[in-house]
């Protein structure tokens, strides 16, 4: 995606908050007249990269992004887990999506929910590194916690040892205080 023409507003009246909309084909980003230049500089990247995300969101074919990562957690949970219930089915969230970066996550599940978010850090990560991520999202549908039965169902995927390594090297590369394991959002 190509970078949008910027247009940076100094407002003595702005104290703290920094803003940024489009106006045609400018992104202009309203900043506090105190600001320092590298201030400047690190609030103009910031609010690019915000508004190219927010845009990718709702480009088209974004739902098929996201369709072919349900379909991938899908042929994973058939691969990995075993089938549960009467009705002899593998766990299934309700959706599985690409989300913006979070700041202390890969991903994250609620189980209450059916639901599994990934961020969008992974998307340049080797396959079987997303495929741990996934089977381990999974997992929560049918084990919320951390527990033995929970790291059964993990184990069978066969490099989430390796991927674990792979993420912990990922976060301490970049500088990120991500943990090596996504977690979920309503556990007990």
Excluded: N
């Excluded at 978010?117 to 549908?141: F, I, Q």
């Amino acid at each position: 995606m190509e970078d949008p023409k910027v247009e940076v507003r100094r407002s003595a009246r702005r104290t703290r908050t920094i803003s940024a909309r489009r106006e045609g084909d400018t992104l202009v980003v309203s900043i506090p007249a105190s600001a320092s230049r590298a201030q400047e500089q690190r609030w103009v990247a910031e609010m690019v990269a915000k508004l190219q995300r927010s845009e990718a969101r709702r480009r088209p074919g974004r739902r098929a992004e996201d369709d072919d990562l349900a379909r991938r957690a899908d042929g994973l949970a058939r691969e990995h887990l075993d089938p549960v219930g009467p009705d002899g089915r593998w766990p299934r969230p309700v959706w599985v999506r690409w989300v913006p970066p979070m700041r202390t996550r890969w991903a994250s599940c609620t189980p209450s929910e059916g639901t599994i978010r990934v961020s969008e850090r992974l998307r340049d990560v080797p396959g079987w590194v997303l495929d741990h991520v996934l089977v381990h999202e999974l997992a929560h549908l049918r084990e919320s916690g951390h527990g033995p039965a929970f790291r059964a169902l993990e184990a069978r995927y066969p490099r989430s040892e390796r991927a674990i390594g792979y993420l912990e090297g990922l976060s301490d590369g970049a500088g990120l205080d991500i943990g090596s394991e996504p977690d979920v959002d309503d556990e007990d």
